[in-house]
């Protein structure tokens, strides 16, 4: 008799164990905070800016609404910390290497490395959320744009001062340390806009990708003839308006 109770009670379904979604240990903290920004992330591109709500986010994320409060204030910080994470991640050049190859080769490579990074649904889908919202947040799509840039041509400048030093391209007044910024913000431009236009009106990115070569090619080439002119005719033609006015001419002529 005592037996066959002993199996009913192994048998009997046990209570389910409760989903802990209260205030993490001190040691898990930085772990919950990269779940609640992978979770915001899903939410803002499946449902868009206006319609995410912090609750949808704290479901997915399985955190509680005080836990993702206590980090961010607002929904707003909170796209904004997942943006600032993309940027993150997208800006790293640290593996990128300057060493071997002719000028071009070089710059090619990283104009590939900066457009990989670039045609991701992930960096799409989120610029369209916050122009989508630029009208009713403006500070949110201008911070978005601030982060994307700046953080970018820094890591660009930083390459362009060791190219500066192992290459006689380094000669060009664009190539000088004070001009550097202005340079790495002119290549990106050169290099990204067209394609991050094009993505952002709904071409195919797997198209675009397969792209990345040879537009990486004919951008390099413009973009060191620019450089290489400012060189022979001295400081003038390395100031931004003529580069402005080199570039608009370049994008009339394709």
Same mark, same amino acid.
């Given at each position: 008799?005592?037996?066959?109770?002993?199996?009913?009670?192994?048998?009997?379904?046990? #209570?389910?164990?409760?989903?802990?979604?209260?205030?993490? #240990?001190?040691?898990?903290?930085?772990?919950?905070?990269?779940?609640?920004?992978?979770?915001?992330?899903?939410?803002?591109?499946?449902?868009?800016?206006?319609?995410?709500?912090?609750?949808? $986010?704290?479901?997915?994320?399985?955190?509680?609404? #005080?836990?993702?409060?206590?980090?961010?204030?607002?929904?707003?910080?909170?796209?904004?910390?997942?943006?600032?994470?993309?940027?993150?991640?997208?800006?790293?050049?640290?593996?990128?290497?300057?060493?071997?190859?002719?000028?071009?080769?070089?710059?090619?490579?990283?104009?590939?490395? $900066?457009?990989?990074?670039?045609?991701?649904?992930?960096?799409?889908?989120? $610029?369209?959320?916050?122009?989508?919202?630029?009208?009713?947040?403006?500070?949110?799509?201008?911070?978005?744009?601030?982060?994307?840039?700046?953080?970018?041509?820094?890591?660009?400048?930083?390459?362009?001062?060791?190219?500066?030093?192992?290459?006689?391209?380094?000669?060009?007044?664009?190539?000088?340390?004070?001009?550097?910024?202005?340079?790495?913000?002119?290549?990106?431009?050169?290099?990204?806009?067209?394609?991050?236009?094009?993505?952002?009106?709904?071409?195919?990115?797997?198209?675009?990708?397969?792209?990345?070569?040879?537009?990486?090619?004919?951008?390099?080439?413009?973009?060191?003839?620019?450089?290489?002119?400012?060189?022979?005719?001295?400081?003038?033609?390395?100031?931004?308006?003529?580069?402005?006015?080199?570039?608009?001419?370049?994008?009339?002529?394709?």
């Amino acid at each position: 008799m005592k037996m066959e109770q002993a199996m009913v009670a192994e048998a009997a379904p046990q #209570p389910a164990r409760a989903v802990r979604c209260g205030r993490p #240990p001190r040691g898990l903290a930085g772990e919950v905070e990269e779940r609640i920004l992978d979770a915001a992330g899903h939410v803002f591109l499946q449902r868009g800016f206006s319609g995410a709500s912090v609750e949808e $986010i704290a479901e997915v994320a399985c955190a509680g609404k #005080p836990t993702i409060y206590a980090r961010f204030p607002g929904k707003q910080a909170l796209f904004t910390a997942v943006v600032e994470r993309l940027v993150r991640r997208n800006t790293s050049l640290d593996d990128f290497s300057c060493a071997g190859g002719s000028i071009e080769e070089r710059l090619e490579a990283l104009a590939a490395v $900066i457009l990989t990074t670039v045609l991701i649904p992930e960096t799409i889908g989120l $610029i369209r959320v916050a122009v989508a919202e630029a009208r009713r947040f403006p500070d949110l799509a201008s911070n978005v744009s601030r982060m994307g840039r700046e953080r970018k041509a820094e890591a660009v400048a930083h390459v362009f001062a060791e190219f500066a030093g192992s290459d006689d391209i380094g000669a060009s007044p664009a190539f000088a340390p004070d001009r550097l910024q202005e340079t790495a913000r002119r290549f990106l431009d050169l290099v990204v806009l067209r394609m991050l236009v094009r993505a952002l009106f709904g071409e195919d990115l797997a198209a675009l990708r397969a792209e990345i070569g040879p537009y990486a090619a004919s951008s390099v080439a413009f973009f060191l003839a620019a450089c290489r002119g400012a060189e022979a005719a001295g400081p003038g033609l390395g100031t931004p308006a003529n580069a402005e006015l080199a570039a608009e001419h370049s994008a009339v002529a394709e």
